[in-house]
């Protein structure tokens, strides 16, 4: 009997090590992980140029900096 193989889904690339937002340095009681994809108002910005342009010129995101393709990309 044959198995059938079911379509993993893709595992996103980790983002850049250099990929900051306000989150990571403000502590609150509850901590969601998940993103709301519909709507997102967090600000990003790059550690390298402290800006929302990352050093490829190209925009600073939580979708954005998973990019391995990027020449600024850099992985954990």
């Not at 090590?17 to 709507?39: I, Q, W």
Request: charged share 30%; with cysteine; hydrophobic share 30%.
């Amino acid at each position: 009997m044959a198995e059938s193989l079911e379509a993993s889904p893709a595992i996103p690339a980790p983002p850049c090590r250099r990929l900051r937002f306000k989150g990571m340095y403000v502590y609150t009681d509850g901590f969601h992980p998940e993103a709301h994809d519909d709507y997102d108002n967090t600000i990003f910005w790059c550690q390298k140029t402290l800006k929302d342009i990352g050093p490829d010129q190209g925009f600073v995101g939580r979708e954005d900096c998973r990019e391995g393709s990027r020449p600024c990309y850099e992985a954990d």
